[in-house]
């Protein structure tokens, strides 16, 4: 992992749901294999040559994958399951966000001037059993 500023060659960050950083991986404490899998599956496709010609529309792809493909999961009645996806594009200030599973509900677009408010947004959240071994922790 790298970090990334103006000058970077790559302008990719990306997030997980555990420490990356060698300096910090020893603060991992309870990280299930499938945390490493979703993130190992974001990083291979948006290391993908063809990701910098659209960065965007590959991140929203990335995101409605499901697992081990992707990191969609539906595990919601087991405690985990994606309920909200975000890409910001720094560039064009605008932020996307897909409320629920993106396989199953559409993106929307809030841009830097968009008016505030508050709003609120349904979401089709289904639930599906997870794979043996889903929880493992790497050992």
């Known amino acids: 992992m790298k970090a990334a500023d103006s000058l970077s060659a790559s302008q990719l960050v990306l997030s997980a749901n555990h420490y990356i950083l060698p300096t910090m991986q020893l603060h991992n404490q309870q990280v299930m294999e499938n ?13 993908d040559d063809s990701t910098a010609i659209h960065p965007v529309e590959a991140m929203k792809a990335a995101a ?10 539906h595990h919601y009645s087991e405690g985990l399951g994606t309920l909200w996806s ?20 559409g993106w929307r ?6 008016p505030a408010g508050v709003r609120v947004y349904e979401a089709v ?3 599906k059993p997870s794979a043996e071994g889903f929880w493992t922790r790497p050992g």
């Open 86 to 105: 975000m890409v910001c594009d720094n560039t064009a200030r605008e932020l996307h966000i897909c409320f629920g599973s993106p396989q199953l509900n």
């Open 64 to 73: 409605g994958r499901e697992y081990p493909e992707g990191i969609c999961c």
């Open 35 to 47: 945390s490493w899998t979703r993130y190992d599956a974001l990083r291979t496709t948006l290391m």
């Open 109 to 114: 677009t809030f841009g830097f001037h968009d």
């Open 125 to 127: 959240l289904p639930d």
